[in-house]
């Protein structure tokens, strides 16, 4: 179906079904709910908090969360950065480490563009490039310290030498000291919330530390969907960067529901696909297999359109298949509701999001940030 007609469908009864597949479909009234909810647990807690946008890289959902509260958006990567920052998002926190020469310039011509652009560092030599390229631009560049809570991905290593990057900026006269990331994205996953908090008790050990030495820190950010209640209470952060909440994925349902816990969020993201061939009994193909989902996590559940009991595999590069009971069959042209099992790369195969209002499409959201992983 050519695009222009997709926009025709938009409104009418049923158009959810006619969406060409696979798609990535978003339910609009889970979606909200899910933003509402984090903005007001943020409000009443005091917390500022600064959504993840490596979860859905799209405009359209930064502005709502914006307009919901949220003081930004962190990217993982910088190119993330410049996508939103192209439709108009400010206040962004660039949260891995920007070290070649080509992204530290990228990241200067970022920060004339913005009012509010910071990014983090976590190493002394990487710091003094950053701050002769910021001193030779002639604006400031705000730097958070990225401090290791256990992940090792990235961080200073320990709180002394996150202290010293801390020194380091204050005494640079084209760098301003804006805070410190702890996130122990390792734990995010950890089923139930007893043993999540007990782990995360012990991982944000070296936050508390540095807190300990008496150095002023006008930000502590960090956190997670997994760890949003939890880094609240233990009150070391002062701001929060859940990302997957508006979709609370498969993946993450379950660091509840397979505790016997309830989840905190609706599920609102999910794969539309068709089935296009079923000739054999108890079996069905549809047209969504390994380039519609991410595969690092569980395959997708079916949740809509097939007898109870359907399960999925993968069936190839473009088809999957479902497993039916030998007294049930599915025609050609059903339409399949799937789980994404983890949100996040998931969302980087698709080039938009099909915003659904029960059986409506009711619009249509570019994914800008897709692919702009450098």
């Known amino acids: ?50 959504p993840h946008a490596k979860s859905h890289r799209s405009v359209s959902v930064a502005r709502r969360q914006i307009a919901s509260g949220a003081v930004g958006q962190g990217c993982a990567k910088l190119g993330e950065a410049e996508a939103l920052a192209e439709g108009g998002i400010d206040g962004l926190l660039v949260t891995s480490p920007v070290v070649t020469d080509d992204g530290i310039a990228r990241l200067m011509a970022l920060n004339a563009r913005l009012d509010d652009l910071s990014a983090v560092v976590d190493h002394p030599v990487v710091l003094a490039r950053i701050g002769d390229t910021a001193a030779a631009s002639g604006r400031r560049l705000k730097l958070v310290v990225d401090l290791d809570v256990g992940l090792h991905r990235t961080g200073a290593a320990t709180p002394e030498a996150a202290e010293a990057l801390i020194h380091a900026i204050l005494a640079h006269p084209a760098l301003e000291f804006a805070g410190v990331q702890a996130y122990a994205g390792h734990l995010m996953h950890v089923a139930g919330t007893p043993a999540r908090r007990a ?73 539309q696909t068709t089935v296009i061939s079923a000739n054999h009994p108890g079996l069905a193909t549809v047209d969504a297999g390994y380039k519609a989902f991410a595969t690092d996590a569980e395959v997708p559940r079916i949740l809509a359109g097939a007898p109870p009991g359907t399960t999925y595999f ?19 042209g059903a339409v399949i509701t799937c789980s994404v099992p983890h949100c996040d790369p998931t969302v980087n195969l698709y080039d938009t999001y099909h915003v659904v209002q029960g059986d409506r499409l009711v619009d249509i959201w570019p994914i800008e940030a897709r692919g702009r992983s450098q």
């Open 1 to 50: 179906m050519p695009v222009s007609d997709i926009w025709d469908l938009i409104g009418k009864p049923g158009s959810r079904w006619q969406i060409p597949t696979p798609a990535l479909v978003l339910d609009l009234d889970a979606f909200e709910a899910n933003i509402a909810a984090v903005a007001e647990f943020c409000r009443a807690n005091g917390r500022t908090f600064r």
């Open 199 to 271: 782990a995360l008790e012990a991982a944000m050990a070296p936050l508390a530390a540095l807190r300990g030495r008496g150095i002023p820190q006008p930000l502590t950010t960090g956190g997670g969907t997994g760890s949003l209640v939890i880094d609240t209470e233990m009150g070391l952060l002062t701001e929060l960067q859940p990302g997957s909440y508006p979709f609370m994925d498969s993946q993450y349902a379950d660091v509840w529901v397979t505790a016997g816990e309830p989840a905190p969020y609706r599920s609102s993201l999910f794969v």
């Open 314 to 332: 993968f069936y190839g590069d473009e088809q999957g298949g479902l497993t039916l009971s030998a007294d049930t069959a599915l025609a050609i």
